[in-house]
């Protein structure tokens, strides 16, 4: 049993900076990979960044590798993803997502939060 709770998103122009928080409970949170995933209106959900139980591995999407960052602090249960010169095509729904084996695929992710709505102006 895992759950997961979202938030820091919210409205800002392009070019700002957001910062994330999932936070995660339960005991086994080091043995989860962390993910954010994210889906637009009309689109499919997509994979942004996912990094591993111990933070040692972190892969981005090529949309976003430069400009977003994913960390976690697995004393605190949580996982962030700083999102740094934000674009309108970055607009989403940004889920977090647990997973017992790193993956990028939205139909491996084993626990998802609610989501946080991110919405970037031009």
């Known amino acids: 049993q895992v759950q997961l709770v979202e938030s820091g998103g919210g409205l800002v122009q392009a070019g700002g900076s957001l910062r994330l928080s999932c936070a995660v409970s339960?005991?086994?949170?080091?043995?989860?990979?962390m993910g954010w995933f994210r889906q637009a209106p009309g689109k499919e959900r997509e994979f942004v960044a996912v990094?591993?139980?111990?933070?040692?591995?972190?892969y981005y999407a090529d949309s976003v590798k430069g400009r977003f960052t994913i960390s976690r602090d697995n004393a605190k249960n949580t996982v962030y993803l700083q999102m740094n010169s934000l674009k309108p095509e970055d607009t989403a729904v940004y889920y977090c997502?647990?997973?017992?084996?790193?993956?990028?695929?939205?139909?491996?992710?084993?626990?998802w939060g609610q989501g946080t709505q991110v919405t970037v102006s031009s």
């Open positions: 997502a647990a997973e017992k084996a790193i993956s990028t695929v939205v139909d491996r992710v084993d626990y």
């Open positions: 339960g005991r086994t949170f080091n043995s989860y990979a």
């Open positions: 990094i591993s139980g111990n933070g040692g591995i972190r």
